[in-house]
């Protein structure tokens, strides 16, 4: 096993989040996981929204 050749690009890169800005790993459909959190327990419409997100982007693809 060479480490060396761990494919970089499989793995996830940190990208900016739609809410706070932050760059986060944990990033699912425009939102890092503080603001989910936040959504989930402050903001529930936000959360909503959230959800909504979610199942647009991964509610037909994920069913394969
Ligand atoms: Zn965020």
């Known amino acids: 096993m060479d480490l060396e050749?761990?494919?970089l690009d499989s793995i996830a890169q940190p990208r900016p989040c739609v809410r706070c800005s932050k760059p986060c790993l944990l990033w699912v459909v425009g939102r890092c996981a503080d603001c989910m959190a936040d959504?989930?327990?402050?903001?529930?419409?936000?959360?909503?929204?959230?959800?909504?997100?979610?199942?647009?982007?991964?509610?037909?693809?994920?069913i394969a």
């Open 5 to 7: 050749a761990t494919p």
């Open 39 to 62: 959504m989930y327990f402050n903001h529930p419409e936000d959360y909503r929204a959230f959800k909504d997100d979610v199942r647009e982007e991964f509610g037909t693809k994920a």
